[in-house]
């Protein structure tokens, strides 16, 4: 069964520490769907509401669990600078659905104009130190690069032979280089 329920989240522009990065309303929503899912029939879910049943924290950290949620809202970039496009790179790609795989990979399924749609892994966390990568590792930037039409031979490195999706067509593995 379905239903509209409205989730008001806080608006807060400018400079950290005050500010709230797009990562974190991606993290918010996910958290505040779920628990409206199954705990509460309520149609409006404000910030108190939200606070109060302890599903968004009174203060903003960073946890364990944002490290997906940073890669998600680089790709479809803040829309204080990329417009509502779901992409930082239009003219490169669309981020249309993604589904993390095992703990610190995720699968991107990006839509590339005249391409089809990919399926390529990222790594949510430091191969090395196992640690959530940072706000600052800018996982669209190095997709840019990977995509780049100019050097489709640097995408086409990654693929991996004989692996099936049935919502991309083609699967790539960029754990390792990004």
């Known amino acids: ?12 522009p400018g400079a950290a520490p005050v500010s709230l990065g797009s990562w974190w309303y991606v993290g918010a ?8 899912a199954d705990s509460t029939e309520a149609g409006v879910l404000d910030l108190d509401a939200l606070t109060a049943a ?3 924290p009174a203060e903003v950290e960073v946890t364990s669990d944002d490290a997906l949620d940073y890669v998600v809202a680089d790709l479809v970039g803040d ?14 790609y669309h981020l249309v659905r993604f589904d993390t795989r095992d703990r610190g990979v995720v699968r991107l399924y990006l839509a590339l104009p005249e391409r ?14 196992g640690e959530s990568r940072p706000v600052g590792w800018w996982a669209s930037t190095r997709l840019i690069a990977l995509l780049n039409p100019d050097a489709p031979e640097s995408l086409e490195a990654l693929r991996v032979p004989g692996a099936i999706d049935s919502h991309c067509d083609g699967v790539y593995d960029a754990t390792a280089w990004a």
């Not at 069964?1 to 807060?12: A, D, F, G, Q």
């Not at 929503?29 to 409206?36: E, G, K, V």
């Not at 829309?79 to 490169?92: E, I």
């Not at 990919?118 to 430091?126: L, M, P």
């Open 1 to 12: 069964m379905s239903r509209t329920v409205l989730i008001e989240l806080p608006h807060h």
């Open 54 to 56: 302890g599903v968004l």
């Open 116 to 129: 089809g749609t990919i399926g390529i892994d990222v790594g949510t966390t430091d191969p090395e130190s």
């Open 79 to 92: 829309p204080y600078w990329h417009d509502y496009a779901a992409t930082v790179a239009p003219d490169l």
């Open 29 to 36: 929503l996910r958290d505040a769907a779920r628990w409206a």
